[in-house]
């Protein structure tokens, strides 16, 4: 599928040179259908306010439609974050998370072996 709007040519552009420094995007398909999806990169070139040498840094998560949510899917996606993070040796995955809309809970991370701390 042929896609010449600036606009996708610009964020295409964008996500190869982020893969040629390390990020990963693994995508989950059910029944032909995307469900879901993790874009991770080496924490070193996190571009968010966070020091996460020696890390993956997972930039964005998510599962959808609802029904796809609480199967162990987004797990799933996470174990092939932190199976990347051992082969490159990092020590582990960093993330953050939110209680509002267009992040992850830290509920999503509690239930996969991430210790979560609090910033007020």
Partial sequence: ???DNPSQIKKNEW???RMS??????LLYL??????YIEYIPGKLAWRAIDANNYFFI??????PNKNKQK???SQLIQECMKDAGKNDSCSVAVITSDGPFMASRKVF???W???????
């Avoid at 029944?31 to 879901?36: I, M």
């Avoid at 930039?59 to 959808?64: D, E, F, P, Q, S």
């Avoid at 991430?114 to 007020?120: D, E, H, Q």
Wanted: proline share 0%; glycine share 8%.
């Fill in 31 to 36: 029944d032909n259908k995307l469900c879901g």
């Fill in 72 to 74: 162990g899917y987004t």
């Fill in 110 to 112: 509690e239930k996969k």
């Fill in 21 to 26: 420094e390390g990020m990963k995007i693994k």
């Fill in 59 to 64: 930039h964005c998560i998510w599962m959808t």
């Fill in 114 to 120: 991430f210790s979560c701390y609090t910033r007020r």
């Fill in 15 to 17: 996500a190869l040179k």
């Fill in 1 to 3: 599928m042929k896609n």
